[in-house]
Nanobody, 126 residues
Framework: QVQLVESGGGLVQAGGSLRLSCAAS????????MGWFRQAPGKEREFVAA??????????YYDDSVKGRFTISSDNAKNTVYLQMNSLKPEDTAVYYC?????????????????WGQGTQVTVSS
């Protein structure tokens, strides 16, 4: 079992920044790929970013809508994944979820993820 707890959400003006954190506990953190998804009211949960952090390499993936604005990173020593969000737009408003998937799974679909956090609200005002 893996337990995930997100933090760092809040209210920010358009153009501002927020950093989300996802603290993991339970099974060895490094065995999983980590992703961020978001869900706006009335919409499907959608992929935002993912990271596969191995001892020798690190690969990151982003949805086109956030490329160049969001950065995913991880600190394996702290079992924590981060999502730095810059140049925020009102359309980024959503509940943001952290999730863990077995390494090797397709990362841009929510069905690949076995564990989910409770979510943190991000609201961007215009």
């Amino acid at each position: 079992q893996v337990q995930l707890v997100e933090s760092g959400g809040g209210l920010v003006q358009a153009g501002g920044s927020l950093r989300l954190s996802c603290a993991a506990s339970g099974r060895t953190f490094s065995r999983y790929s980590m992703g961020w998804f978001r869900q706006a009211p009335g919409k499907e949960r959608e992929f935002v970013a993912a990271i596969v952090a191995m001892t020798w390499s690190e690969n990151t993936y982003y949805d086109d809508s956030v490329k160049g604005r969001f950065t995913i990173s991880s600190d394996n020593a702290k079992n924590t994944v981060y999502l730095q969000m810059n140049s925020l737009k009102p359309e980024d408003t959503a509940v943001y979820y952290c999730a863990a998937a077995v390494i090797g799974a397709r990362l841009d679909v929510k069905e690949s993820y076995d564990y989910w956090g409770q979510g943190t609200q991000v609201t961007v005002s215009s």
